[in-house]
């Protein structure tokens, strides 16, 4: 019964984390490349990106600091977390990237530091649910999940 | 009777993010290829001149120093190197960008996030 019900709320949090917009079909296909040899590939490169983001995030904020700013190194890093964003499906990380850099294409310092505050908090938020998803999948065992849970 | 175990297709992917470096190398395993991952065409082509069982090279486009581009043109340019099928990878959809690598020989150009069935398809088509 225990078990039952902890797949249906693995199965209900990522239905949300699709729905709501945080996550798309790439972190599935990521799921999918999970086998016996890398049973949790998937939490495992998602920890790699929260790492690496983080540092990112670091870069990126002091290079909006800085004075006079270089608008083509911004857009460089943030291209950067962009694309490793997509590469585990941060949808809406990904979205908020695209606006920074059209903020760098426009020079729009503002719109700049607006967007970073937004991705940081797409990024703090996106880790604290994908943190508790994968808890429960810890708690359900390897790959039970992984037939009932697609979207 | 004597069975021969045939070596797996070794393949080199480059690229300077750890994340990517971390997918792409599981979707080339996945597919039942060996992977060397480095993160810069400087590191990839001292690994060509160490290593010359490399049967494919996967590399992003945008990377400091030497891009995915210099790279590719730098082993069409070796007599020893030439042969290796190249492919590069980029996040941008630039169709002048994907143009350029082709007429310099890339083999293709896959936009990221690189999927399975990109993988699938590229390697029975270039590791033949």
Do not use: W
């Not at chain 1, 600091?65 to 083509?72: A, G, I, L, M």
């Not at chain 2, 210099?70 to 340019?77: F, G, N, P, S, Y």
């Not at chain 2, 020989?105 to 390697?123: M, N, Q, T």
């Amino acid at each position: 019964m225990e078990y039952s019900n902890l797949r249906r709320q693995i199965v209900f949090m990522k239905k949300n984390l699709f729905d709501q917009g945080y996550l798309d079909e790439q972190f599935n296909q990521l799921e999918d490349l999970e086998d016996e040899s890398s049973p949790n590939f998937l939490e495992e490169v998602v920890a790699l990106f929260f790492k690496d983001s983080s540092r990112l995030l670091t870069n990126i904020e002091q290079a909006t600091d800085k004075y006079p700013q270089d608008f083509y190194k911004l857009d460089s890093l943030v291209q950067q977390l962009k694309g490793s964003g997509s590469s585990i499906g941060a949808l809406r990380m990904k979205n908020e990237c695209s606006v920074f850099k059209a903020n760098c294409n426009d020079r729009n310092l503002e719109g700049c530091r607006r967007s970073l505050q937004k991705i940081k908090r797409e990024h703090a938020t996106l880790k604290q649910k994908l943190e508790s998803y994968f808890q429960l999948l810890r708690q359900v065992g390897p790959r039970d999940y992984a037939v009932s849970s697609r979207k | 009777m004597s069975t021969t175990t045939v070596p797996e297709p070794h393949v080199l992917a480059v690229d300077d993010s750890i994340v990517d470096r971390a997918v792409i190398s599981r979707l080339l395993r996945s597919s039942k290829y060996r992977v060397t991952t480095v993160d810069s065409g400087k590191r990839a082509l001292e690994i060509l001149s160490l290593d010359r069982n490399v049967h494919m090279i996967i590399t992003d486009y945008c990377m400091p120093e030497m891009t995915g581009f210099d790279l590719l043109k730098r082993v069409k340019e070796s007599a020893e190197l030439k042969e290796i099928p190249v492919v590069l990878m980029s996040s941008e959809n630039s169709p002048t960008r994907i143009r350029r690598c082709l007429e310099e020989g890339a083999e293709d150009f896959l936009i990221k996030p690189v999927r399975p069935s990109d993988v699938s398809r590229l390697c029975s088509r270039v590791m033949k």
